[in-house]
Nanobody, 124 residues
Framework: QVQVVESGGGLVQPGESLTLSCVAS????????IGWFRQAPGKEREGVSC????????YYADSVKGRFTISRDSAKNTVYLQMNSLKAEDTAVYYC?????????????????WGQGTQVTVSS
């Protein structure tokens, strides 16, 4: 059973940075995807950034391109989301999730194993 645990959320001011961490373990295949998703109150969950286990394919939502960076440390079973130049509209609960499925890299409906979520609040 895949287990996913996020950490690193918090309260920051606009323009500041924050790094989220996701430790995922229990994979039974070398091919999988790990993604970061977020959900703000009253909004649908959306894919923020996702990466394949091969680290070749990466996805960024248009709203975070140039500001967020996803990276992977396979030795630590950890995926990071470096978030720079944070804006108020980045405020949401951020979830890490994993999937064995191929196809759309960052569609949340295709992800099966989810963490509990971590709150990110950007406010002055």
């Amino acid at each position: 059973q895949v287990q996913v645990v996020e950490s690193g959320g918090g309260l920051v001011q606009p323009g500041e940075s924050l790094t989220l961490s996701c430790v995922a373990s229990g994979f039974t295949s070398d091919y999988y995807s790990i993604g970061w998703f977020r959900q703000a109150p009253g909004k649908e969950r959306e894919g923020v950034s996702c990466i394949r286990s091969t680290s070749i394919n990466r996805y960024y939502a248009d709203s975070v391109k140039g500001r967020f960076t996803i990276s992977r440390d396979s030795a630590k079973n950890t995926v990071y989301l470096q978030m720079n130049s944070l804006k108020a509209e980045d405020t949401a609960v951020y979830y890490c999730a994993t999937s064995y499925r191929r196809g759309n890299l960052c569609l949340y409906l295709t992800y099966d194993y989810w963490g509990q979520g971590t709150q990110v609040t950007v406010s002055s």
